[in-house]
């Protein structure tokens, strides 16, 4: 899969959040909230993209207007968001639907607004699945929402194959590089990968070796599809992108920090340790005693720190 432009929202679909009492929606961390939205996304090859916004439990913004506009630009609320966004990217066969993803994305709410989008080829997204490749380009719709919707701090959070794409997303679009644009833009401003390989094509663990049939053989796909609710992509990387322990030096001055837990099932700790060492000692590294792999092994202390460096890093 080749890697491709930089991704943008071209156009957005308001999704009305179910009615609550009072007029409030149904926000993104599963609970009630004034201003949460439900949009498609549009990434730069097309690929519509499922997104929520949860305005989080410290905003001000009262308006509780969610959906009410159809314009693809601005709030979609009345008044204007500001401050910090976490923009949260999950892990290969996750969406935004799932618990452990709502799980993650209400403990940050308690620190930030958040935004949560399924990547392509999974839940209400367009598209197949090409497994960390295009999906930058997922990412990127994403964080352009985010500050479309005012935001001037952007946080970036992935998990396993998210991990791995905010990583190649801050290469892709480093800050230094849009500061003097008034923050705006796809950049961000702190990144965090959580559980995230350093390299491509890796089988060194039994749960690798499965996911590599998963997505390389047709019956594989197939399980994916009707079993796993994941549409993956037939064809190979062409050309192959760069890799996450490749990105991360392009991605200094941008705070970073890696969080890998000692008792990772898919990836052991060399990856984190490859990806620290690739930084320059720029990154933060976190190795968790007793953590396995991704949202499912994160705690509510461990998501509750990272929503705390968050807001102390991202500018």
Not at 275 to 303: P, R, T
Request: aromatic share 6%; with cysteine; proline share 6%.
């Amino acid at each position: 899969m080749s890697q491709g432009p930089a991704g943008h929202v071209t156009r957005s679909f308001i999704r009305p959040e179910p009615e609550t009492a009072g007029g409030c929606t149904e926000s993104a961390s599963g609970g009630s909230s004034r201003g949460a939205l439900r949009k498609f996304l549009r990434a730069a090859d097309g690929v519509t993209i499922d997104a929520a916004y949860d305005p989080g439990k410290n905003t001000s913004d009262t308006s509780g207007a969610s959906g009410t506009s159809g314009t693809s630009g601005g709030s979609g609320a009345s008044g204007p968001r500001t401050g910090l966004v976490i923009v949260v990217a999950h892990g290969f066969t996750g969406d935004l639907a799932r618990p452990h993803v709502r799980r993650a994305a209400g403990v940050f709410a308690q620190y930030a607004a958040v935004v949560t989008f399924s990547f392509r080829g999974h839940g209400a997204s367009g598209g197949r699945s090409t497994v960390g490749d295009r999906e930058v380009l997922d990412l990127t719709a994403a964080v352009e929402w985010a500050r479309e919707l005012g935001h001037t701090r952007v946080a970036t959070v992935g998990f396993s194959m998210g991990g791995s794409v905010v990583l190649r997303h801050a290469a892709l679009h480093p800050r230094s590089e849009q500061e003097h644009e008034g923050r705006t833009g796809a950049h961000s401003d702190a990144v965090v990968s959580v559980s995230a390989p350093a390299r491509w094509y890796y089988r060194g663990t039994a749960p690798m070796r499965r996911l590599h049939w998963l997505v390389t053989r047709p019956v594989g796909r197939a399980v994916g599809r009707y079993g796993l609710r994941t549409r993956i992509h037939h064809r190979d990387w062409d050309p192959v992108p760069s890799s996450p322990v490749e990105s991360v030096p392009l991605i200094v001055p941008t705070p970073l920090l890696i969080v890998h837990g000692d008792r990772d099932g898919y990836f052991p700790v060399d990856h984190p340790r490859m990806l620290a060492a690739a930084s320059g000692d720029h990154a933060d590294l976190w190795l968790e005693h007793g953590m396995g792999h991704a949202e499912n092994a994160a705690d509510d202390a461990l998501l509750s720190r990272i929503g705390e460096w968050a807001a102390a890093h991202a500018g």
